[in-house]
């Protein structure tokens, strides 16, 4: 069946650049993009960014200068990196296939 | 932006009335191709945000025939026939039509 699930760090400085890995599985990232999604603590979602199954990548104009999404389709890997981080990055951070079938969130704290 | 207008914020409810959800986009969210990509999702407290509908009136496998959508162009609606008790949580609007997707602020159901 289709899984996905976050990992990456819990908690990262001021700063300093947050890395997270979307491993999934029961698909091939050849046939289907993933979309990152992420929800600070108590407030709503927000979309991030998208690799499509071509490996073209469109990204939220707010966070585009500090966002890199990139995949290995060999592991069923999809990788987030995201630069320059602040407290209000501090949300739980989800991939999802297709809007439809979601990764269990990590939640990542950035400490001041 | 598109940007997703829920109404209301809260709507306390007594288990088997029934509910409706209110989602305003700013613009049409017909794309191109015919399909208008606008979601329906349940979060309870502590997960992943569920899909309940795509495509305005989708039902997502394994969602109960309790809850349905519809609108078209700028005006959409979840409702739920009879409220359960595994109903509760919020209720977020997605747009997938046009860059970047959004989602609306999100409707609490909670008990009256």
């Known amino acids: 069946q289709v899984q996905l699930k976050e990992s990456g760090p819990v908690l990262v400085q001021a700063s300093e650049t947050l890395s997270l890995t979307c491993t999934v599985s029961g698909f091939s990232l050849t046939n289907y993009g993933v979309i990152w999604v992420r929800q600070p603590p108590g407030k709503g979602l927000e979309w991030m960014g998208i690799?499509?199954?071509?490996?073209?990548?469109d990204y939220n104009s707010a966070l585009k200068s500090r966002l890199s999404i990139n995949r290995d389709t060999s592991k069923s890997q999809v990788f987030l990196k995201m630069n320059s981080l602040q407290t209000d990055d501090t949300a739980i951070y989800y991939c999802t296939r297709d809007w439809r079938y979601w990764g269990q969130g990590v939640m990542v704290t950035v400490s001041s | 932006d598109v940007v997703m207008t829920q109404t209301p914020l809260s709507l306390p409810i007594s288990l088997g009335d029934q509910a409706s959800f209110s989602c305003r986009s700013s613009?049409?969210?017909?794309?191109?191709?015919?399909?208008?990509?606008l979601a329906w999702y349940l979060q309870k407290s502590g997960l992943s945000p569920q899909i309940l509908i795509y495509?305005?009136?989708n039902r997502f496998s394994g969602v109960p025939d309790r809850f349905s959508g519809s609108g078209s162009g700028t005006d959409f609606t979840l409702k739920i026939s009879r409220v359960e008790p595994e109903d509760l949580g919020v209720y977020y609007c997605?747009?997938?039509?046009?860059?970047?997707?959004?989602f609306g602020a999100g409707t609490k159901l909670e008990l009256k």
């Open positions: 997605l747009q997938h039509t046009h860059l970047p997707y959004t």
């Open positions: 690799i499509w199954r071509n490996g073209n990548t």
């Open positions: 495509r305005i009136s």
């Open positions: 613009q049409s969210l017909l794309h191109s191709n015919g399909n208008t990509y």
